[in-house]
């Protein structure tokens, strides 16, 4: 399993975007590129997945160079709400290996 | 995608004891999974349950340990075995969950154990 290397913590304000780059140099030609966000007291939930260029949904999106051998999470004008632990996973099976996250903290 | 429902949510139990953790899910599912996730860590992967045959543990986990049941495709069990304090923990199942194009997975919002 290709290992993942992503700050410990961020801060940021209401309104703010939120930028965390995951790097994962060992990144395999099959393997994808996943992040989880977890509140307190929850399970972790997935917020984008990708393989190459750009990713994006409701809630995030997911920038992948060239490379691959890193990524960005892009959450726009992030609330309160946003406040959690962000994990990055590259694998391309069940065996998710969780590294420590990054966690966000969102103040007003 | 699938609604996990785990029970307990919390429980406190005395050393020596045995917890069995529940984890239902609204859809059939291949495989299920279990984790932990120790206090301020990160998860870790305890093992994958199969319908119809015995779970697969990772290194560091065993049967006696965490014995794991898997009756069927909505339903499995985790047993935590012989307690002490180092076992409290959040307990977590998953379920691979079929988004489309790629695959992700759900999780349930844990069981937090406290061994005392």
């Known amino acids: 399993l290709a290992k993942t290397t992503q700050p410990i913590s961020m801060d940021s304000y209401e309104g703010q975007e939120v930028n965390i780059t995951c790097s994962h140099n060992?990144?395999?030609?099959?393997?994808?590129i996943t992040w989880y966000q977890q509140f307190p007291s929850q399970g972790p939930r997935f917020i984008i997945q990708?393989?190459?260029t750009k990713v994006t949904n409701e809630v995030a999106s997911l920038f992948i160079p060239a490379d691959r051998k890193s990524s960005t999470l892009s959450l726009p004008r992030v609330s309160l709400s946003d406040t959690a632990v962000y994990y990055c996973?590259?694998?391309?099976?069940?065996?998710?290996?969780f590294g420590a996250g990054t966690t966000v903290t969102v103040r007003a | 995608s699938a609604v996990i429902s785990q029970k307990p949510s919390r429980d406190i139990c005395q050393r020596g004891t045995s917890l069995t953790i529940q984890c239902q899910v609204d859809?059939?599912?291949?495989?299920m999974f279990w984790y932990r996730q120790q206090p301020g860590q990160s998860l870790t992967l305890i093992a994958t349950?199969?319908?119809?045959?015995?779970?697969?543990?990772e290194s560091g986990f065993v049967i006696d340990k965490f014995p794991i049941s898997r009756p069927n495709l909505t339903f499995s069990t985790l047993t935590v075995s012989n307690m002490s304090p180092e076992d409290s923990s959040i307990y977590l199942c998953?379920?691979?969950?079929?988004?489309?194009?790629?695959?992700?997975?759900?999780f349930g919002s844990g069981t937090r154990l406290t061994v005392v």
């Open positions: 990708g393989y190459k």
């Open positions: 060992n990144i395999a030609t099959n393997d994808y």
């Open positions: 996973l590259v694998g391309n099976d069940y065996k998710l290996s």
């Open positions: 998953s379920v691979e969950d079929d988004r489309g194009d790629f695959y992700g997975y759900t």
């Open positions: 349950a199969n319908q119809g045959s015995e779970a697969t543990y």
């Open positions: 859809s059939q599912v291949t495989m």
